[in-house]
């Protein structure tokens, strides 16, 4: 082996002008697109001063929305982590009729414009509704509340924990149930000791994410939720009232919150995906079985 | 404990898995599964232990029947193919968790007393605090089997236990699971495609074809009276030619074999390489020889016989042999089986 340097030639699609001109590219679209937005939040949430911050921040209608939008959280988030753990599951655990059906309606919310989800929902519930009137009779408001908002939210986040799960639970298979159950081990127990310290990265992942989207979102609920201020306003629709009232600097400060929350997110995923989580640290399958030795007709 | 197959019939869909499978194991005996992939061997192994339902038939333990027992419950230690240990616990904790979830309650120090008495067993003491993929596949195979004894099963179960190992650690963990059944003496049933490796650990062997239990008995028997053309081939290297009988004799190539037992008509005979030996002068089955591949142990020739048939035999490493030369193909011991070659 000669130790002399030489120009290795290049891969595919690896030349030095190929190489440089697409990192470039993609550094100064991101930069464009999605760095500089952020930044100008922040900018222009102070650029009135930081009186003017704090007087929105503190203004009973944004605690309210600030305060509306994590009870939203606390409550969706862990009705859709059960649902995702659930559907995940029945999904790589049981054979059933309809298996890809279920994969496909979680889906959908995915695909959906969640606009589309709001106005069926008001479908559903509202007054000229399917169930809103026997609902308006009971004296159960589901419409322009807290539940509506919940509801909305719920639809929109329902397959984050779940596609997040079923990838993972479909590589890990069956054999360690299998092998707690065969060793006298409850269904419980099973689950709590053997199944979910092996999906807990990917399960905080999707927790992460479907709370980020709970927290962010604006269609669907902007529809359920009436807009009402100081009652019905998630953070996101109260910076788009802010933002219609002409308080530039009001509406941006309440919009630095929610990038603040992205922020935190982004950094929690980062350190969860070092975990294992996520699509990169996806565990290989087992190694196949060794080509079966056996005796052939010559 | 006895274990007792009354007529299992399973179907997943509409593959018919297991047809009507009965078999007896006598308490403390150590038995092959041994088939071709699809063959049922799994899913009789997963319906013993509970892990899979049998859609008809009776399962028996001792006199108990077991076929609707739940498998958490039905005392069996199953020892998976791709070890199933729990990765996030160390060797030690795969080994008590049985212990820990029993009924059965024990204190901290009785768990651990076992759990290191388990870990001498399988020669893995010291390893105990090492979490699984710390260890190599076969220590993560010996923890296994501890973890599977650990809960005092009746019977244990082991799904093709080595074969995700390499040859040399496989041989030795064979001999070694030897050992391991002739010092505790429980009830094993083992599952594998290996023939070599059922003939070599097991009691009895039980050859499955196609759902259906082909032949069973001791290594001795199915090696020296294969009952079908399906075991003889199966069990190893076989050559098979075609033949006509006339008269309990069967006509191979200018050869005359006994086959009092069949009626004329057309038979395949199978012959073992190591059966045949190569002579330069006659009687035996005029042939060219078209290769020779040398051996350790031997030496291989491929040869081509008068009618166009491939033969290979087996022979000691001074015959002299050349591509191209003409001979003859002496037969020592053959089986013959009804029905033509072409099947």
Not at chain 1, 4 to 19: E, L, S, Y
Not at chain 2, 194 to 217: K, P, S
């Amino acid at each position: 082996m000669s130790a002399v340097p030489r120009r290795k030639p290049p891969r595919v699609g690896d030349t030095p002008a190929v190489r440089r001109t697409l990192i470039a590219a993609v550094l100064v679209v991101g930069a464009l697109l999605i760095l500089a937005p952020l930044l100008v939040i922040l900018f222009q949430a102070f650029s009135a001063g930081v009186g003017v911050f704090t007087a929105t921040i503190t203004n009973p209608d944004t605690r309210h929305a600030i305060w509306l939008t994590v009870v939203t959280a606390l409550i969706a988030v862990p009705i859709n982590t059960a649902f995702g753990i659930a559907a995940a599951w029945a999904i790589t655990k049981f054979d059933f009729r309809g298996r890809r059906f279920l994969i496909v309606v979680i889906e959908i919310p995915f695909s959906i414009s969640p606009i589309v989800a709001g106005v069926a929902y008001l479908f559903v519930y509202g007054l000229q509704g399917l169930f809103g009137p026997a609902l308006d009779a009971a004296g159960v408001k589901v419409l322009f509340a807290l539940p509506g908002i919940v509801l909305a939210s719920m639809f929109v986040t329902a397959p984050f924990v779940a596609r997040e799960l079923i990838p993972l639970m479909q590589a890990q298979g069956r054999d360690l149930e299998e092998a707690a159950t065969s060793l006298g081990a409850s269904g419980w127990r099973t689950f709590f000791s053997v199944t979910l310290p092996n999906i807990r990265w990917a399960l905080l992942y999707g927790v992460v994410l479907c709370n980020a989207r709970v927290m962010g979102e604006f269609g669907a609920v902007s529809v359920v939720s009436g807009n009402i201020r100081g009652q019905t306003n998630t953070l996101p629709l109260h910076i788009e009232l802010l933002y219609h009232d002409y308080q530039t600097a009001g509406a941006f400060a309440a919009a630095s919150i929610l990038t603040v929350l992205a922020i935190v997110t982004i950094v929690a995923k980062v350190l969860l995906e070092r975990q294992g989580a996520g699509r990169a640290g996806r565990p290989a399958l087992a190694a196949p079985a060794p080509a079966a030795p056996q005796g052939r007709t010559l | 404990m006895k274990i007792r197959l009354d007529n299992v019939v399973k179907t997943f869909e509409t593959f018919r898995a297991v047809r009507g499978v009965s078999l007896d194991i006598e308490s403390g005996e150590l038995v092959a599964l041994l088939g071709p992939s699809g063959s049922g061997k799994t899913t009789i192994l997963r319906m013993v232990a509970g892990l899979e339902y049998a859609d008809g038939g009776h399962i028996f333990f001792g006199e108990q029947d077991a076929t609707d027992i739940p498998v958490r419950d039905r005392g069996v230690g199953f020892v998976f193919q791709h070890y199933a240990l729990f990765p996030h616990m160390t060797v030690a904790e795969n080994v008590a968790f049985g212990m820990k979830v029993s009924k059965v309650k024990r204190t901290k120090d009785e768990v651990a007393a076992r759990v290191a008495e388990l870990l001498r067993l399988v020669k893995l003491d010291g390893l105990g605090n090492r979490f699984p993929n710390q260890i190599s596949g076969g220590q993560r195979q010996r923890v296994a089997l501890a973890r599977a004894l650990a809960v005092d099963p009746k019977v244990l179960l082991l799904d093709e236990p080595f074969g995700a190992l390499d040859a040399n650690v496989r041989r030795d963990l064979r001999r070694w699971l030897r050992e391991i059944h002739e010092e505790l003496g429980i009830t094993t049933l083992f599952v594998t495609h290996d023939q070599e490796e059922a003939l070599d650990l097991a009691d009895r062997v039980v050859i499955l074809d196609q759902g259906e239990i082909v032949q069973a008995g001791t290594p001795e028997d199915v090696c020296r009276n294969p009952n079908s053309a399906f075991v003889m081939n199966f069990l190893g290297d076989a050559n098979r030619l075609g033949a006509t009988v006339a008269n309990g004799k069967a006509e191979l190539g200018g050869v005359e074999l006994e086959a009092q037992s069949f009626g004329d008509g057309p038979a395949s005979v199978y012959l073992r390489p190591r059966d045949l030996d190569w002579s330069a002068s006659g009687p035996g089955i005029a042939a060219t020889v078209t290769r020779v591949i040398d051996r350790p142990d031997g030496r291989r020739i491929l040869a081509r016989t008068a009618a166009g048939e491939q033969i290979e035999l087996d022979v000691a490493p001074e015959t002299m042999a050349r591509a191209g030369d003409q001979g003859f193909v002496r037969v020592h011991r053959a089986r013959v089986f009804a029905g033509s070659a072409s099947q």
